[in-house]
């Protein structure tokens, strides 16, 4: 029987009478009813939220011929095979034992658990061609054929990546980073770049360009993820290392029932987000940190037009129990959210990094768009953020430069304790289309440098909220 997440267990004049867990410890708190009822839906998300379940078959890759430490032998062909096996006998574990192996990319089929023992390290190619034949993906919220993720799945159900091993991209300044076309990655001028492919891939797209029209690859330096599950059910992601990751490091795009938990994630190039889920349902984010060069976990639902014509958001997504370290945002939603985000919950998380710019951020524009409503935060510790704590900008880049006016709506904050901050908010709405509904509960901002910037917003609510007041407190009202 699954444990639940928390539960009713009395009522009283106050409220509802909480048994919460919180860094695997349990705890006790008396809440409204007004909120109890707002994370009763996370509790029916949890409910459906299961871990696939393998066959207790194991296919040991040394058997297929990987061989171990070897830098010149590509073990991916023993992987495969390996892989292969493990599906068509009906699934099970694929073993990576204790040591260093080198592969290009594996491509994950139904019914397999990809499992990495401690000690056990996979240290991917960093030539491109490694990774053609291209691949139906998304790059930047937009659909194309183009160089395979480094872990790939398509179509399939029932697969996992668990163990207590280190999946090493190898990407560097050398390597993949480059691409990007910025010097403080190891670009210099003469040297190619991601620009001119990127850009017409975004005119194809808007210009409703058919996808199997807009094949990418060699010579178009559109860097891959490292994990990319794409339409699969029920993904398991547990208790990995994930570093020096080419671009994204994790990407479930129209997922269902996915759990990333204990994931210790630590990349730090350009667009190295941590976990992005994209236009997934039921999503749980749980016991993992983050170390990154981009946003910690960002939410995604597919860019502009392209994402307006697959229209489907990202919903039913749960983070909890997690550390935010570095990263231009601890948990971010946009830019690339077009089929708009609902129904997320995060819940008793630290951020604290001079490095981590943001704690909680919105970011989109009138054409990126997207609905965005039903946002839950409770009990976040933030230490220092180098910017504000919370963030909410529908003047993200392009502006107010389209016809697809973002809504953002519907979110509530409790017990959020900051440190250290220039700002406290920073929320920008258009005057055309405000954001409405932020409410904010019993929180604390300490440190903040510069006054709230307020433009544009419709029912703001501050209840118990403190302000410079000198005093250290925890998300429990406990003095430090």
Known sequence: MKTPWFGITALSLAGFALSVQVQGETKERVVSQEEAYEWLVADEIMERIAAPEFRDAVYDIREYGAKEGEENVDAGDAIAEAIEACHSAGGGKVLVPAGTY????????????????EGATLKFSTDPKDYLPAVFTRWEGVELYNYSALIYAYDQQNIGITGKGVLDGQAGDDAWWSWKGRSEWGWEEGMPHQGPARARLMEQAEAGVPVEERVYGEGDYLRPNLIQPYKCENVLIEGVTVKNSPMWNLNPVLCRNVIVRGVNISSHGPNNDGCNPESSKDVLIEDCMFDTGDDCIAIKSGRNNDGRRVNVPSENIIVRNSNMA????????????????????????EMNSPHLERALRIKTNSIRGGLIENI?????????VADSVIKVNFLYEEGDAGDFAPVVRNIVVRRLVSAKSKYALFVKGYEHTPITGLHLIDCQFEGVEKPSVLLNIQELQLDGVLMNTGAKTDSWGNPL
């Not at 948990?331 to 819940?347: A, D, K, Q, T, W």
């Open 102 to 117: 080198y592969t290009g990319p594996i491509h994950l089929l139904s019914n397999v658990n990809l499992h990495l023992e």
């Open 326 to 349: 570095e990263g231009h945002g601890g948990v971010v939603i946009g830019s690339e959210i077009s089929g708009g985000v609902r129904n997320v919950f995060v819940e008793n998380c």
């Open 376 to 384: 839950f935060v409770r009990d976040v510790q933030v230490g220092s």
